[in-house]
């Protein structure tokens, strides 16, 4: 944000975070006009303070950002009351202090070389030691002991004397760490702790790790108030996952949603039903279903019931239901990569290259030019539109599978609207995809940053433009509030862009699956002339090269002796097994590939070496989920007796080079089932009270057939009794993981040590510490 002093920021970050963390922190930083950032201020809030700021807007005052404050790692402490006799018979009172060791210490300026200064504080004493200094490490091993007298006698006659309780409760010991630098500034300050010698109890000894604390007065000496704040809202989950055995039940009701009729009583769907935002269970269920290759069905079904539910084609999926937040979901999951090869070199060059765009009349600049403005425009607007357009062979097939499931329930829902099969698709691919990347690159790992305010208000139109483009709208310069975007858009009003649009959205949703195609109409994807070597059916008959018209469909690949006229041959698609490339020395000929059969090849020659890639992509594309693709090929052809890549004779033999497969089609996605599922418990067991005032809806509704209630009409239950039937077996399954987990945190908390490795003393558990040493020892007597 610049020129700014309240920035309104608006944005999204979900983010994995390590379990063992101690604090979240957010920092505010000022750019200036050399693009060098400099820090304002930052909002650290402790691990123990989340659930308290859950889900809530809350502003949050700035804090200084200093060396001092910057601290991580822990210390392991082992302090030991002893009693020593002097030569003169005096008995004397030492602190044996022992610093073992240190974990996870920051750090700095790419080096950490630690030692550990150690102090023993009083009201009248401040005695100071110190460790080596260890190189290289920021898990120092100290295992050094240092002395501290602690009492004096109470009178030098007396042989023997009681320890002064009130002088040991009134020192502490001070352990601070330091980075020894080289630097003319001074040793950097690590982080340190400071122990009462009440802790050493009756026992006289303490033995414990203790997280590293910040320097105390250690910040800038600028008043917080001058920092302004900050407003977050952060939801903070942390799930403990079962053994998979554990969610069975409430996994085997999830998975079967789309096998529920109607689905409005399936468990997934109630799942969207109880939570107070959509995408809260969007994002659990679409991760659990790509991760059992269940997605594709239950989409399928949700969408189809609120296909039934919309009666105006224009609304189809314009509110922000679980279908729409689902489809989504899958698609930031699924398309993340095709994005990548996609929009990201065009995007780059944009950031890069700085182009003046802007078109508003009020907004230019003294020294640009309108026309010039337009024309740059123009040409990223065309740039973006080619390549989101030639790219539907690249889309991933579970993203192809979706939009043929919304296309053909919208065709079969609204029969009087032809263009319905298109903006159902387009209404994702291009406004809920390529049009929110286009206009925030950074926020879908396009770019690293948010663009600077120029680019930001280029892709903002660009953005704007092509998602008009892709909705294929009556009147699309009606769309445009602005005029000059009206004036802009008229660039583009011809057919070819239409065309080229409805042609990228019927390869997108064409379907990969064979039992689907008796309902499915053939799109012709692809057709052109090309040169085919005849396939020699006569085992000895003259093998020729002739020009054939050739055609696409996702039904078949057929060529023809000109256009227009029957097929001399047809490929099913499901009888490709493959198809690569044909290295030259096998006819002596460039841009050939092969279309791999059952019992033979066809060889074939495109025009150039971009529509031999074309063609090849394409081809694969929609036989990629053929059962029967080989996963190996001949790369040269079979001639003279034997084939010229392994000289083997056998023209059955398999083949000698692995397939390309060509296209990243199917995405592994790095899925936990397990944990999902517990996401998903987790909310169901938040929103118990709804999921039973959902049970009284279904109540309702089977005994009275009149108006609905005010306080059930907010959930959608076409079937009382099926919905009753899932609802009650949720609560039970929700019910035996509730009382699983209570016995979890019974057990660990009575198995939690504090000063342990795995619990360190922070500056809030020192007094449970404390508590738990004394209750230790009262059982102990």
Same mark, same amino acid.
């Given at each position: 944000?610049?020129?700014?002093?309240?920035?309104?920021?608006g944005?999204?970050?979900?983010?994995?975070?390590?379990?063992?963390?101690?604090?979240?922190?957010?920092?505010?930083?000022?750019?200036?006009v050399?693009?060098?950032?400099?820090?304002?201020?930052?909002?650290?809030?402790?691990?123990?303070?989340?659930?308290?700021?859950?889900?809530?807007?809350?502003?949050f005052?700035?804090?200084?950002?200093?060396?001092?404050?910057?601290?991580q790692?822990?210390?392991h402490?082992?302090?030991?009351?002893?009693?020593?006799?002097?030569?003169?018979?005096?008995?004397?009172?030492?602190?044996?202090?022992?610093?073992?060791?240190?974990?996870?210490?920051?750090? &700095?300026?790419?080096?950490?070389?630690?030692y550990?200064? &150690?102090s023993?504080?009083?009201?009248?004493?401040?005695?100071?030691?110190?460790?080596?200094?260890?190189?290289?490490?920021?898990?120092?091993?100290?295992?050094?002991?240092?002395?501290?007298?602690v009492?004096?006698?109470?009178?030098?006659?007396?042989?023997?004397?009681?320890?002064e309780?009130?002088?040991?409760?009134?020192?502490?010991?001070?352990?601070?760490?330091?980075?020894?630098?080289?630097l003319?500034?001074?040793?950097?300050?690590?982080?340190?702790?400071?122990?009462p010698?009440?802790?050493?109890?009756?026992?006289?000894?303490?033995?414990?790790?203790?997280?590293?604390?910040?320097?105390?007065?250690?910040?800038?000496?600028?008043?917080?108030?001058?920092?302004?704040?900050?407003?977050?809202?952060?939801?903070?989950?942390?799930?403990?996952?079962?053994?998979?055995?554990?969610?069975?039940?409430?996994?085997?009701l999830?998975?079967?949603?789309?096998?529920?009729?109607?689905?409005?009583?399936?468990?997934a769907?109630?799942?969207?039903?109880?939570?107070?935002?959509k995408?809260?269970?969007?994002?659990?269920?679409?991760?659990?279903?790509?991760?059992?290759?269940?997605i594709?069905p239950?989409?399928?079904?949700?969408?189809h019931?609120?296909?039934?539910r919309?009666?105006?084609?224009?609304?189809i999926?314009?509110?922000n239901?679980?279908?729409?937040?689902?489809?989504?979901?899958?698609?930031k999951?699924?398309?993340?990569?095709?994005?990548?090869?996609t929009?990201?070199?065009?995007?780059d060059?944009?950031?890069?290259?700085?182009k003046?765009?802007e078109i508003?009349?009020?907004?230019?600049?003294?020294?640009?030019?309108?026309?010039?403005?337009?024309?740059?425009?123009?040409?990223?607007?065309?740039?973006?539109?080619?390549?989101i357009?030639?790219?539907?062979v690249?889309?991933?097939?579970?993203?192809?599978?979706?939009?043929?499931?919304?296309?053909?329930?919208?065709?079969?829902?609204?029969?009087v609207?032809?263009?319905?099969?298109?903006?159902?698709?387009?209404?994702?691919?291009?406004?809920?995809?390529?049009?929110?990347?286009?206009?925030?690159?950074?926020?879908?790992?396009l770019?690293?940053?948010h663009?600077?305010?120029?680019?930001?208000r280029?892709?903002?139109?660009?953005?704007?433009t092509?998602?008009?483009?892709?909705?294929?709208?009556?009147?699309?310069?009606?769309?445009?509030?602005?005029?000059y975007?009206?004036a802009?858009y008229?660039?583009?009003?011809?057919?070819?862009?239409?065309?080229?649009v409805?042609?990228?959205?019927?390869?997108?949703?064409?379907?990969?699956?064979?039992?689907?195609?008796?309902?499915?109409t053939?799109?012709?994807?692809?057709?052109?002339?090309?040169?085919?070597?005849?396939?020699g059916?006569?085992?000895?008959?003259?093998?020729?090269?002739k020009?054939?018209?050739?055609?696409?469909?996702?039904?078949?690949?057929t060529?023809?002796?000109?256009?227009?006229?029957?097929p001399?041959?047809?490929i099913?698609?499901?009888?490709?097994?493959?198809?690569?490339?044909?290295?030259?020395?096998?006819?002596?000929?460039?841009?050939?590939?092969?279309?791999?059969?059952?019992?033979?090849?066809?060889?074939?020659?495109a025009?150039?070496?971009?529509?031999?890639?074309?063609w090849i992509?394409?081809?694969t594309?929609?036989?990629?989920?053929?059962?029967?693709?080989?996963?190996?090929?001949?790369?040269?052809?079979?001639?003279?007796?034997?084939?010229?890549?392994?000289?083997?004779?056998a023209?059955?033999?398999?083949?000698?080079?692995?397939?390309?497969?060509?296209?990243?089609?199917?995405?592994?996605?790095?899925?936990?089932g397990?944990?999902?599922?517990?996401?998903?418990?987790s909310?169901?067991?938040?929103?118990?009270?709804?999921?039973?005032?959902?049970?009284?809806?279904?109540?309702?509704?089977?005994?009275?057939?009149?108006?609905?209630?005010?306080?059930?009409?907010?959930?959608?239950?076409?079937?009382?009794?099926?919905?009753?039937?899932?609802?009650?077996?949720?609560?039970?399954?929700?019910?035996?993981?509730?009382?699983?987990?209570?016995?979890?945190?019974?057990?660990?908390?009575?198995?939690?040590?504090?000063?342990s490795?795995?619990?360190?003393?922070?500056?809030?558990?020192?007094?449970?510490?404390?508590r738990?040493?004394s209750?230790?020892?009262?059982?102990?007597i």
């Amino acid at each position: 944000m610049t020129s700014l002093h309240s920035p309104f920021y608006g944005e999204d970050f979900y983010c994995e975070i390590p379990r063992s963390f101690r604090h979240l922190s957010f920092y505010i930083f000022d750019r200036d006009v050399f693009r060098r950032d400099s820090s304002i201020g930052k909002v650290a809030v402790k691990k123990e303070d989340l659930q308290k700021y859950h889900g809530k807007d809350t502003w949050f005052q700035l804090q200084p950002v200093s060396a001092d404050s910057e601290v991580q790692g822990k210390v392991h402490l082992e302090l030991r009351l002893s009693e020593v006799i002097t030569d003169s018979g005096v008995i004397n009172h030492k602190l044996a202090t022992r610093v073992l060791e240190c974990q996870g210490l920051p750090i &700095v300026n790419g080096q950490c070389d630690p030692y550990a200064a &150690v102090s023993l504080l009083g009201p009248s004493r401040s005695d100071a030691k110190k460790t080596k200094v260890k190189r290289k490490t920021n898990n120092p091993q100290f295992e050094e002991v240092f002395y501290f007298e602690v009492t004096r006698p109470l009178s030098y006659t007396k042989r023997q004397f009681d320890v002064e309780e009130e002088d040991v409760d009134k020192l502490t010991l001070r352990v601070d760490l330091w980075n020894a630098s080289n630097l003319k500034f001074g040793d950097e300050f690590l982080g340190g702790v400071r122990v009462p010698l009440r802790v050493l109890g009756q026992a006289g000894v303490h033995d414990a790790w203790y997280f590293l604390q910040p320097r105390e007065n250690g910040g800038k000496s600028v008043k917080v108030e001058e920092l302004g704040s900050l407003r977050l809202n952060i939801v903070y989950t942390e799930d403990h996952v079962f053994p998979s055995e554990h969610y069975t039940p409430l996994r085997d009701l999830l998975l079967h949603s789309a096998d529920v009729g109607p689905v409005s009583a399936s468990t997934a769907h109630i799942l969207g039903e109880v939570c107070r935002e959509k995408q809260e269970a969007a994002i659990p269920l679409v991760r659990l279903f790509l991760h059992y290759g269940k997605i594709v069905p239950f989409i399928s079904a949700i969408a189809h019931a609120e296909i039934n539910r919309t009666q105006d084609p224009n609304t189809i999926f314009r509110g922000n239901s679980l279908t729409s937040k689902c489809i989504d979901e899958t698609m930031k999951l699924a398309g993340m990569h095709y994005l990548q090869v996609t929009l990201k070199p065009i995007i780059d060059e944009i950031c890069t290259e700085h182009k003046p765009c802007e078109i508003d009349p009020i907004k230019l600049k003294e020294s640009e030019n309108l026309d010039t403005n337009r024309e740059n425009l123009r040409h990223y607007v065309d740039h973006i539109f080619s390549v989101i357009t030639t790219s539907g062979v690249r889309c991933p097939t579970v993203m192809c599978d979706i939009f043929f499931s919304l296309r053909e329930s919208a065709a079969t829902r609204f029969q009087v609207d032809p263009d319905v099969r298109f903006t159902a698709v387009s209404s994702f691919i291009f406004l809920r995809f390529f049009a929110p990347a286009i206009l925030s690159p950074n926020l879908f790992h396009l770019r690293p940053h948010h663009p600077d305010p120029a680019t930001s208000r280029t892709l903002t139109l660009i953005s704007k433009t092509i998602q008009t483009l892709g909705s294929l709208a009556k009147s699309r310069s009606a769309n445009f509030k602005e005029s000059y975007m009206a004036a802009f858009y008229d660039y583009f009003n011809e057919k070819k862009y239409a065309d080229a649009v409805k042609n990228f959205l019927d390869l997108i949703s064409t379907s990969g699956k064979w039992d689907q195609k008796s309902i499915e109409t053939p799109i012709m994807l692809k057709e052109g002339f090309m040169i085919k070597r005849a396939q020699g059916r006569n085992r000895f008959g003259m093998k020729n090269f002739k020009k054939r018209w050739f055609r696409l469909t996702n039904h078949e690949f057929t060529y023809h002796k000109t256009k227009g006229e029957g097929p001399l041959c047809s490929i099913p698609i499901e009888n490709i097994l493959a198809v690569e490339r044909l290295e030259e020395e096998s006819f002596r000929m460039k841009n050939m590939f092969q279309v791999i059969q059952p019992e033979r090849a066809l060889y074939i020659q495109a025009n150039n070496c971009v529509e031999a890639r074309d063609w090849i992509d394409i081809l694969t594309k929609v036989s990629q989920c053929n059962r029967k693709r080989l996963s190996t090929y001949h790369p040269s052809a079979y001639l003279n007796g034997h084939w010229l890549c392994c000289k083997m004779s056998a023209d059955t033999e398999p083949g000698c080079t692995p397939c390309t497969g060509g296209l990243p089609a199917n995405i592994q996605l790095d899925i936990d089932g397990d944990r999902e599922t517990e996401r998903i418990y987790s909310l169901f067991s938040a929103y118990m009270t709804k999921l039973i005032k959902m049970q009284e809806a279904c109540g309702s509704k089977s005994v009275y057939d009149g108006p609905e209630q005010e306080e059930y009409s907010s959930f959608v239950i076409d079937d009382p009794q099926e919905t009753y039937k899932t609802l009650k077996l949720i609560v039970s399954a929700v019910q035996t993981l509730e009382q699983q987990h209570t016995k979890y945190k019974r057990d660990k908390f009575k198995k939690t040590k504090i000063g342990s490795q795995e619990h360190p003393i922070g500056d809030k558990s020192f007094q449970c510490y404390i508590r738990q040493q004394s209750e230790n020892s009262t059982y102990s007597i």
